[in-house]
């Protein structure tokens, strides 16, 4: 079934082509479509093109459907194109030619922008739930070692002192930064481009702030060709947060692994979740936090991939946009895979609270004793040269003690302020909105 067909047949070949892996990938947006749907009827009724009666069989009949796609067990039947139109065939074999009233006012251009917009923004909420969860086991981590010292590093040197409480923090506000661009992406994402149709509106009165209310959205997109122009851009936009988190992962991945290694030595994963050697029957290695580099670097990759679909393409709708949802619908899974396995490793990891016994880490305490002669009164100029000299002839020592005070430091990680700061983030989706309305819609009669 096309539900565009009319009297001739398309090639068997071009079909397979232009078909493409929307069967398989439009079962993952079957939900939403079903949701865009029972919204679009619902306005439908409203301005004369559905009867009650009829409306009440179509909404009965779209809560089976959308139940049998929450279960996982929608199915799009050979032949059949897409979501869309199997959805349709479901209605029209319960209930005839009431189920072919549904597509007034609406094409599958906008039908398919509403469904991926819906399911970006659920996809959205259960990321920032990943998202919220490891910034949580890191911060724990942060204050559970903040008296832990380790050494900072600038040019792989050792540098200053650091401390495991600046260390997993500083990756807990990393995210939380990630979190802030998620959340310009799902204000994005969560307006309602239904109603624009092909991407030029429709000559029947549609009531789009209705169709944008039933379905829990902050707004609409206004105007109809911007509609269909957000094709690919909200992807895009949205690649650009997972791919910020990816890059905070995948930083994190690296430290990981480099601190296990036993020329470091900072960090001990638990045997659970490291793998071994074929040959070697002491290795235990970090194979979690290799694939999690490697998997967010490729994610990382998202935006450019496709930057590069639309990026030449005029107004309008194209078939070129489809390819899309081969990229953008699977990274959601690649994404949140990775966050839970970090946030059970980095909640597992044991640290060597000892580093700084071995005497090649002295010289990090430089600085330390260069200010400590500052505050006595030495001009700062003279007192690094002074260091400096002892450095040179070996007579350095220091007592490898810190006082750091000030915000954000080893003294006064201020992760409160981290915490609140994620919250407060967290609170400006409104996820609670969507919920609501999403429940109220099911809930029609």
């Not at 979740?273 to 490729?298: Q, W």
């Not at 200010?371 to 001009?379: A, I, K, T, W, Y």
């Not at 201020?414 to 099911?442: H, M, P, S, T, W």
Request: with cysteine.
């Amino acid at each position: 079934m096309k539900l565009w067909e009319k009297s001739v047949q398309v090639n068997k070949d071009v079909e397979t082509y232009t078909v493409g892996h929307d069967r398989e990938l439009d079962v993952y947006l079957a939900p939403y479509d079903v949701l865009g749907s029972m919204a679009h009827i619902t306005m439908l009724e409203s301005i004369g093109l559905l009867t009650k009666e009829e409306l009440h069989l179509l909404l009965n009949e779209l809560k089976e459907i959308y139940e049998v796609a929450s279960d996982g067990k929608f199915t799009i039947e050979d032949g059949i194109e897409d979501v869309h139109s199997q959805v349709e065939l479901m209605l029209t074999r319960k209930l005839g030619d009431v189920g072919k009233k549904i597509h007034s006012g609406r094409s599958r251009n906008d039908q398919v922008l509403v469904d991926l917009k819906l399911f970006t923004r659920d996809q959205i909420h259960i990321l920032t739930d990943s998202v919220s969860a490891l910034i949580d086991v890191l911060l724990a981590q942060s204050e559970r070692y903040k008296s832990v010292l380790m050494p900072g590093y600038t040019h792989l040197q050792i540098a200053m002192p650091s401390s495991f409480g600046l260390w997993f923090g500083a990756y807990a506000e990393s995210l939380v930064d990630d979190l802030q661009v998620l959340l310009a992406a799902y204000k994005v994402c969560n307006r309602n481009p239904l109603g624009s149709a092909a991407g030029y509106g429709s000559s029947f009165p549609l009531n789009r702030q209705m169709t944008t209310d039933l379905l829990g959205f902050d707004s609409m997109d206004y105007n109809v060709v911007y509609a269909q122009m957000g094709r690919g851009k909200m992807e895009k936009i949205v690649s650009f947060a997972i791919s910020s988190i990816a890059a905070t992962l995948s930083k994190l991945s690296y430290d990981a692994c480099m601190y296990n290694s036993q020329n470091f030595g900072f960090i001990k994963l638990s045997d659970e979740y490291t793998t071994g050697s074929s040959i070697m029957p002491h290795k235990k290695n970090p194979d979690v936090f290799e694939l999690t580099r490697a998997k967010c670097n490729k994610l990382q990759a998202l935006p450019n991939d496709i930057t590069l679909i639309v990026n030449n393409l005029p107004s309008g709708y194209f078939r070129d946009l489809q390819i899309i949802k081969e990229l953008f619908i699977p990274a959601f899974e690649e994404i949140n895979d990775c966050l839970h396995m970090v946030t059970r490793m980095m909640g597992e990891v044991k640290v060597n609270e000892h580093i700084l016994d071995d005497p090649k880490y002295l010289l990090i305490f430089s600085v330390e004793e260069v200010n400590r002669l500052v505050l006595e009164g030495m001009p700062f100029r003279d007192a690094y040269k002074k260091v400096g000299l002892e450095i040179e002839k070996g007579n350095f020592a220091h007592d490898k003690n810190v006082n750091h005070t000030h915000e954000g430091s080893i003294g006064n990680l201020y992760n409160d302020r981290v915490d609140l700061l994620k919250q407060q983030i967290v609170n400006q989706f409104g996820f609670d909105k969507v919920v609501k309305a999403e429940k109220a819609l099911l809930n029609r009669e």
